[in-house]
Nanobody, 126 residues
Framework: QVQLVESGGGLVQAGGSLRLSCAAS????????MAWFRQAPGKEREFVAG????????YYADSVKGRFTISRDNAKSTLYLQMNSLKPEDTAVYYC???????????????????WGQGTQVTVSS
């Protein structure tokens, strides 16, 4: 059974930084693309960033491009999201996510996600 466990969320002032981690287990992490999603209160869950299994190709939502960096350490089976220059509108629950098959594109919408983490809260104060 695949398990995804996020950590690293918290309260930060606008302009600050946080690094989220997602520890994965249950299958060969290095063969699966991964993604981060977020959901703000009263809004739909949205794609934030995606990364292919070897980490060479990275993709970002326009709203976070230039401020967030997705990365992975396949030796540690861990996905990361470095968030800099945080804004109040980045406040949300952040989720680690992945699809069903190996060597496939990362999920770009919630309907494409097969496994979710439990989420970690990020709150940015103004």
């Amino acid at each position: 059974q695949v398990q995804l466990v996020e950590s690293g969320g918290g309260l930060v002032q606008a302009g600050g930084s946080l690094r989220l981690s997602c520890a994965a287990s249950g299958r060969t992490f290095s063969t699966y693309s991964m993604a981060w999603f977020r959901q703000a209160p009263g809004k739909e869950r949205e794609f934030v960033a995606g990364i292919y299994w070897l980490g060479a190709n990275l993709y970002y939502a326009d709203s976070v491009k230039g401020r967030f960096t997705i990365s992975r350490d396949n030796a540690k089976s861990t996905l990361y999201l470095q968030m800099n220059s945080l804004k109040p509108e980045d406040t949300a629950v952040y989720y680690c996510a992945t699809g069903l098959g190996a060597y496939e594109r990362y999920p770009r919408s919630p309907v494409e996600v097969y496994y979710w983490g439990q989420g970690t809260q990020v709150t940015v104060s103004s």
